[in-house]
C-alpha cells in the first residue's frame, strides 16, 4: 500500500508567498525527496515534503551547477 505525500513548493514572490501544493502516493520518503529535489532544480524554488499527517519529511532548494 502506497502512503501519501504531499510535497509543497514554495514561491515568496507570487501570490501573496502562497505556493502550490502536490499530492503524492509514493512508496517511501527518499523517493519523495528524490522528485522534490527534481522540483527544486527546475523551478529554483524551496520543496518541502510532508507526511499525510502534514509533519515535514524535509526540505530541499535548488543544487547550484
Known sequence: ???V???????PAAFA???S???L??????AALGIA???ADETGRRVT???SDMNVIGSV???SH
Open 1 to 3: 500500500m502506497h502512503k
Open 5 to 11: 505525500v504531499v510535497v509543497e513548493v514554495s514561491n
Open 17 to 19: 508567498g502562497r505556493g
Open 21 to 23: 501544493l502536490i499530492t
Open 25 to 30: 502516493e509514493l512508496t517511501d520518503n527518499d
Open 37 to 39: 529535489q527534481k522540483i
Open 49 to 51: 515534503v510532508r507526511d
Open 61 to 63: 532548494t535548488r543544487i
